[in-house]
């Protein structure tokens, strides 16, 4: 074997050791303070790339965070599926831009297939355009770029070309409850955040539908949600989309996990009127579990979609020639990842009933732990589990319990704050969590509880 191989095949024992190890290993690590002194300082001469990767792998594998293992619940984090992380160090071998046919037909064809599926799982319009992004951030921000066009290019101006600078005003019309990547994407795409116009959310997260009316009066950009980042409630699409449209409004969802739902049959009720939306937003390292980074941007007007992204240089070449779809066109990036490998690895993994088995498998999980947690004394679930998401209160003692629960390595859940309660927040979206994952980290629970009582400052 070369050197090359030798050192690849290094990389990939240690991968599968730790693979193999992540279900038993402390989910947070205990001690990170080593790892600037291990990294050393910057060498004066070359180094063997043996020896840099055993000096890098020994320094920062005791601070890894086992988030890809059965039992890490903090955020919306899956863990990385084999052949998408097969297909993922594969990506990283053949080092392919994804920018067009010319810098890599490869990657732009995989891409363009992997593409197809995915609207087809989520039920969106055949004729969408889509792009793949580093996540729900880019994905938010590519929707409301084409939302910016659409809008105001229908009002006469050409904001790609004139910028914002005496256009007509474009509100945003968005849930109390949005998600924070949606006011950034505003800030970035020089909207600002002055421009929402706030929509009341209901007792679990979702719009209120009559305030929305309210808050339109004329063309705007809609922001609604497939699942709160705190609750997992769903807006109802059918009910917003029809008022928006009426009043010459463009509907973007975030979906960044939520979107998901469409894919299992028994979920699909949460998304109804969805597909009526005009772009929309989902991430694939969270419920798909590919590598991070990956999310994908949908809009059913490709040609806005395009105006807002599309770049044009006499140097390049190959953009839409020959029948191939020009990935770049779609994003914000130029140099970018190939992310259709690990996307079409994982799509294949699984398959359509897989897809549909995993999501409505961890919604499940995420009942089993309500159940579990809301029977013990002084423990209540604040929210209405609807998808994967479980809001748990220990009253006064919540950040307490949950710090004594990451410190014990057993799982790794965070807090939040929802309805001026602090609150423990359980998401469940690894494809490796089974249901003794959900019983030992509640246990582990039960453990940090009753040692906030055996410590004499029980729950409150």
Known sequence: MTELGDLLADVAARVTRYRESVADVPVFPDDTTGVREKLGDLPEKPAAPADVIRRLADAVEPALVAN????YFGFVTGGALDAATAADMLATGWDQPAFNKITSPAAAIVEEVAGEWLKDVLGLPSGASFGFVT??????????????HHVLARAGWDV??????GAPPLPVVAS??????????LRLLGLGTDAVRPVRADGQGAVDIADLERKLDGPAIVCLQAGNVNTGAFDDFAAATEIAHRHGAWVHVDGAFGLWAAAAP???RLTTGLVKADSWAVDGHKWLNVPYDCGYAFCAHPESHR????????????Q??????????????SSRRARGFATWAALSELGRSGIAEMIERCCALARRFAEKLDACEGVSVV?????NQVLVSFGADTDRVVEALQRSGECWMGATTWHGMRLMRVSVSNWSTTEADVDRSVEAIRRAIRNREASGTGLT
């Open 266 to 268: 028994s979920l699909r």
């Open 176 to 185: 109390e409850e949005r998600h924070a990547t949606i006011d950034r994407s």
């Open 320 to 333: 839409g020639e020959g029948g191939v779809r020009a990935p770049s066109d779609f994003v914000p990036e």
């Open 307 to 318: 105006a807002a992204m599309a770049l044009t240089a006499a140097y390049l070449t190959g």
């Open 135 to 148: 996540g729900g951030q880019g994905a938010n921000t590519v929707g409301l770029a084409a939302a910016r």
């Open 68 to 71: 890809t293992g059965p039992r």
């Open 160 to 165: 790609e070309r004139r910028g914002l600078h």
């Open 383 to 387: 929210n209405d589990v609807v998808l």
